[in-house]
């Protein structure tokens, strides 16, 4: 299928969303990392983001107040979007438990059968590293130092369907194509040093946009469409923001009027701070990262336009799971409303930031229903042409009916959860989350309207409905054990945390109605 002008007759996913002459779209992915719920201006709830470029596509498109991931940290959740499936099937439930599984399928190995030229760019964390010894055994080998290149290489993006890749976090990327658009052999370039310093003084995000933007500029107008997954290594630490990008956001006079503190300096870690930092100089940290985010969604919009790609092309933004909140890890960023974060699934950590602009396809909408972040790539495969219905190994659904009018309501299924001891289910407004150790809480999650919480109705994770429902806990209990029992691991006994009740009694408390 290399015409990217062939019709519906390809495009069965076409149909069921009324684009019955439309063309393959463009899919673009971009996922942010510990990025809160709070933190887009339209679910901001201190006045505190600015990010306009963002902003323009929540509002233009369809905002999505009920968004999960399918684990609350990096590596597992990302097994997930990659490939569209929960990736508690292949065991890759926690951070240390890769890398992806060759016997996985990507979104863009799909994508690329039907037609589509595929990259990466920035964060993947879904390779061999440190953490992976069980890996090591199977290959043979003792360390990231003596693991074989081809082995490692099997399980970077190359490996998963990506014809064109930029893996990265900071300055050194895993790339055959550079910042000015050249294809290269396959190599890692630092750009502290690559083409004589040229790029030394680009931060990170500038340089994941403009990636990004090459490869937009390579494949425009070209004969076939391109599916780009663009990975944001923000606002996760290392809190390292440029003055060019603190200027822009509050300063730290204004946080302390807000009520942050910035009289101790308690954020010391040297891993993820440039050096000690106050609470106010964190927050501002965080809303400096979201900055460059948003200026780089911005330039990447432009070259869309520019290059009149903009039309045809979807975005899906979401975030891998939600912030940290803790001394040793917080990124600046906030779950408000929602108790928790990174680390467990209480809604902190699980509910992310998510919508999907399609301009002029997508009418601007608030999605007030339970999706996850599989949707998306089911999306992308309806739309590329195929049928994910019939793909047993894609767990998501097709959006496109319920963005576009055609289907009234949510997709009828249930939305799971796991991370290592703690499992949960979501139905509608319901959330019943279960502890291998016994433990089981039924909460109404539901939200009234983004950047907003009613305290008098809104009792969220702070009040327990299981002895007030019991039969909507026992259904979804049996829901969510039947889905773990068909797991390759169906009970975890590693975990953060050894009591739900206990972590909620300590850091919130529970109420009643």
Same mark, same amino acid.
């Given at each position: 299928?290399?015409?990217?002008?062939?019709?519906?007759?390809?495009?069965?996913?076409?149909?069921?969303?009324?684009?019955?002459? @439309?063309?393959?779209?463009?899919?673009?992915?971009? !996922?942010?990392?510990?990025?809160?719920?709070?933190?887009?201006?339209?679910?901001?709830?201190?006045?505190?983001?600015?990010? *306009?470029?963002?902003?323009?596509?929540?509002?233009?498109? @369809?905002?999505?107040?009920?968004?999960?991931?399918?684990?609350?940290?990096? !590596?597992?959740?990302? @097994?997930?979007?990659?490939?569209?499936?929960?990736?508690?099937?292949?065991?890759?439930?926690?951070?240390?438990?890769?890398?992806?599984?060759?016997?996985?399928?990507?979104?863009? &190995?799909?994508?690329?059968?039907?037609?589509?030229?595929?990259?990466?760019?920035?964060?993947?964390?879904?390779?061999?590293?440190?953490?992976?010894? #069980? =890996?090591?055994?199977?290959?043979?080998?003792?360390?990231?130092?003596?693991?074989?290149?081809?082995?490692?290489?099997?399980?970077?993006?190359?490996?998963?369907?990506?014809? %064109?890749?930029?893996?990265?976090?900071?300055?050194?990327? =895993?790339?055959?194509?550079?910042?000015? /658009?050249?294809?290269?052999?396959?190599?890692?370039?630092?750009?502290?040093?690559?083409?004589? #310093?040229?790029? @030394?003084?680009?931060?990170?995000?500038?340089?994941?946009?403009?990636?990004?933007?090459?490869?937009?500029?390579?494949?425009?107008?070209?004969?076939?469409?391109?599916?780009?997954?663009?990975?944001?290594?923000?606002?996760? &630490?290392?809190?390292? $923001?440029?003055?060019?990008?603190?200027?822009?956001?509050?300063?730290?006079?204004?946080?302390?009027?807000?009520?942050?503190?910035?009289?101790?300096?308690?954020?010391?870690?040297?891993?993820?701070?440039?050096?000690?930092?106050?609470?106010? %100089?964190?927050?501002?940290?965080?809303?400096?990262?979201?900055?460059?985010?948003?200026?780089?969604?911005?330039?990447?919009?432009?070259?869309?336009?520019?290059?009149?790609?903009?039309?045809? +092309?979807?975005?899906?933004?979401?975030?891998?799971?939600?912030?940290?909140?803790?001394?040793?890890?917080?990124?600046?960023?906030?779950?408000?409303? =929602?108790?928790?974060?990174?680390?467990?699934?209480?809604? /902190?950590?699980?509910?992310?930031?998510?919508?999907?602009?399609?301009?002029?396809?997508? #009418?601007?909408? !608030?999605?007030?229903?339970?999706?996850?972040?599989?949707?998306?790539?089911?999306?992308?495969? $309806?739309?590329?042409?195929?049928?994910?219905?019939?793909?047993?190994?894609?767990?998501?659904?097709?959006?496109?009916?319920?963005?576009?009018?055609?289907?009234?309501?949510?997709?009828?299924?249930?939305?799971?959860?796991?991370?290592?001891? +703690?499992?949960?289910?979501?139905?509608?407004?319901?959330?019943?989350?279960?502890?291998?150790?016994?433990?089981?809480?039924?909460?109404?999650?539901?939200?009234?309207?983004?950047?907003?919480?009613?305290?008098?109705?809104?009792?969220?994770?702070?009040?327990?409905?299981?002895?007030?429902?019991?039969?909507?806990?026992?259904?979804?209990?049996?829901?969510?054990?039947? =889905?773990?029992?068909?797991? *390759?691991?169906?009970?975890?006994?590693?975990?953060?945390?050894?009591?739900?009740?206990?972590?909620?009694?300590?850091?919130?408390?529970?109420?009643?109605?």
């Amino acid at each position: 299928m290399k015409n990217r002008l062939k019709w519906v007759v390809l495009s069965l996913g076409l149909m069921a969303t009324g684009l019955v002459a @439309a063309k393959q779209p463009n899919i673009i992915f971009i !996922v942010t990392d510990d990025h809160g719920f709070n933190d887009l201006e339209a679910t901001d709830m201190r006045d505190e983001v600015d990010m *306009p470029n963002i902003h323009k596509l929540t509002s233009g498109g @369809a905002l999505m107040t009920q968004a999960y991931c399918t684990a609350p940290q990096c !590596v597992p959740s990302r @097994a997930g979007i990659v490939t569209g499936r929960y990736q508690q099937k292949f065991a890759m439930e926690a951070n240390g438990e890769g890398p992806l599984p060759k016997s996985e399928t990507s979104i863009a &190995s799909r994508l690329k059968k039907l037609g589509y030229k595929t990259g990466h760019v920035g964060k993947w964390h879904l390779e061999p590293n440190r953490q992976t010894k #069980k =890996w090591f055994e199977q290959v043979g080998c003792t360390s990231m130092a003596d693991a074989p290149v081809e082995a490692v290489n099997a399980h970077r993006p190359q490996g998963f369907g990506y014809d %064109e890749y930029a893996q990265g976090t900071g300055n050194k990327y =895993w790339s055959n194509f550079d910042v000015s /658009g050249k294809e290269v052999e396959p190599q890692e370039i630092n750009y502290k040093i690559y083409e004589k #310093k040229s790029h @030394a003084d680009k931060f990170r995000l500038q340089l994941q946009t403009e990636l990004a933007q090459r490869f937009v500029e390579r494949h425009a107008k070209g004969a076939e469409p391109f599916f780009l997954y663009l990975a944001y290594y923000g606002p996760h &630490s290392p809190l390292d $923001a440029p003055a060019s990008l603190t200027d822009q956001v509050l300063s730290v006079e204004e946080l302390v009027a807000k009520g942050y503190d910035n009289t101790k300096k308690p954020y010391k870690n040297r891993i993820n701070y440039a050096r000690p930092y106050t609470e106010a %100089e964190v927050r501002q940290q965080g809303l400096a990262l979201l900055k460059g985010i948003d200026n780089g969604v911005g330039e990447l919009i432009q070259t869309l336009e520019k290059t009149g790609e903009l039309d045809n +092309t979807i975005i899906f933004f979401m975030g891998d799971n939600g912030a940290p909140l803790g001394t040793k890890s917080w990124d600046g960023s906030v779950n408000d409303p =929602w108790h928790g974060s990174k680390g467990i699934i209480f809604e /902190g950590g699980a509910r992310v930031p998510y919508f999907v602009y399609w301009k002029d396809v997508i #009418k601007p909408q !608030v999605f007030d229903k339970p999706v996850n972040t599989l949707d998306a790539g089911a999306t992308a495969v $309806a739309l590329a042409g195929s049928d994910p219905a019939k793909d047993s190994m894609l767990d998501g659904v097709n959006l496109m009916p319920f963005l576009t009018g055609k289907k009234k309501g949510e997709p009828s299924r249930y939305i799971y959860q796991r991370y290592m001891n +703690t499992a949960a289910v979501i139905s509608g407004k319901y959330k019943f989350m279960m502890h291998e150790n016994g433990e089981e809480l039924l909460f109404d999650v539901s939200l009234e309207q983004p950047g907003a919480h009613n305290t008098d109705k809104e009792f969220h994770e702070t009040h327990n409905l299981i002895s007030e429902m019991p039969e909507k806990a026992a259904e979804l209990r049996k829901a969510l054990l039947d =889905w773990k029992n068909e797991l *390759p691991v169906p009970e975890y006994d590693g975990g953060f945390h050894s009591s739900l009740i206990e972590f909620a009694e300590k850091r919130w408390g529970f109420r009643e109605r």
